[in-house]
């Protein structure tokens, strides 16, 4: 086989037993580089966000297998898969899940403190991760002190900052408003690009696909098309995007 960043095989996911089982993902196959920005779309129940649960180690597959490079994640045991999430893998979903106990800087600090790092190294690693996002001026506030866009950077900081194999981003901009959206779509573009970072993202909104390098539509739990952006403006790419859900029954979201 043919070695990739990651690399999904044939892989299927049941709910339910017997007559009463639903397919969720229906013998699915892609490969994933090192630091592409790759984005899945597709109507609700297309199985996407089942999906991205089973590359997030969060689901199990029913069939097929899921390598990171030289390791196959669908033969781990759950020991095995807790410690590979946490060294591998970093998350940014719609709901921002920060610590309102904890200032923005301690919320990233977290992150680290389960990793068995130096006192230096941590803080460095923090600063970067401030700098970068944005959000220097606001790290001693508390989550409730901030905007959602700045909750959100900070999502990022913090899943970014132990260097993940791969960031996989659920609906990240479902609960933003079109500005704080486009920051953090920025934000990722600039993540991708400055630090090579590898992110998977689930998106119903075809202003956020925009950004990505590829797009892969799910319908009925399989791949029925692929997007590359290639050399074409974002707004080609939205156009292109368009197109392709209003031929398919896609959700249309209002295009900022």
């Known amino acids: 086989m043919e070695q990739h960043y990651i690399q999904v095989c044939d892989v299927e996911k049941y709910y339910g037993h017997g007559t009463a089982a639903a397919k969720a993902?229906?013998?699915v196959s892609f490969h994933v580089e090192k630091g592409e920005?790759?984005?899945v779309m597709g109507a609700s129940g297309s199985g996407k966000t089942t999906l991205l649960n089973m590359l997030s180690t969060i689901d199990s597959v029913t069939a097929g297998h899921i390598y990171y490079e030289n390791t196959d994640i669908t033969e781990l045991s759950e020991n095995k898969l807790s410690e590979f999430r946490k060294n591998n893998l970093g998350f940014v979903f719609q709901e921002y899940n920060l610590l309102?106990?904890?200032?923005?800087?301690?919320?990233?600090?977290?992150a680290l403190s389960l990793h068995e790092r130096e006192k230096q190294e941590i803080q460095n690693r923090c600063q970067e991760m401030l700098k970068l996002l944005g959000i220097?001026?606001?790290?001693?506030?508390?989550?409730?002190?901030?905007?959602?866009?700045?909750?959100?950077?900070?999502?990022?900081?913090?899943?970014?900052?132990?260097?993940?194999?791969?960031?996989?981003?659920?609906?990240?901009?479902?609960?933003?408003?079109?500005?704080?959206?486009?920051?953090?779509?920025?934000?990722?573009?600039d993540m991708n690009r400055k630090l090579s970072a590898t992110i998977f993202m689930v998106t119903h909104d075809a202003f956020s696909a925009s950004y990505c390098g590829r797009i892969l539509f799910l319908k009925d739990g399989q791949i029925f098309h692929e997007l590359r952006r290639g050399g074409r403006s974002r707004r080609e790419f939205l156009n292109e995007i368009l197109d392709v859900l209003s031929l398919t029954g896609g959700e249309l979201s209002d295009v900022c």
């Open 37 to 39: 920005f790759v984005g």
């Open 136 to 189: 220097e001026d606001i790290k001693g506030k508390f989550p409730y002190q901030v905007s959602g866009g700045q909750k959100q950077r900070c999502a990022c900081a913090r899943a970014l900052v132990n260097r993940p194999k791969l960031l996989l981003a659920d609906e990240p901009t479902g609960a933003l408003d079109s500005r704080s959206a486009q920051t953090l779509l920025e934000t990722f573009t």
């Open 100 to 110: 309102d106990t904890l200032t923005i800087e301690e919320n990233i600090y977290l």
């Open 25 to 27: 993902v229906d013998r």
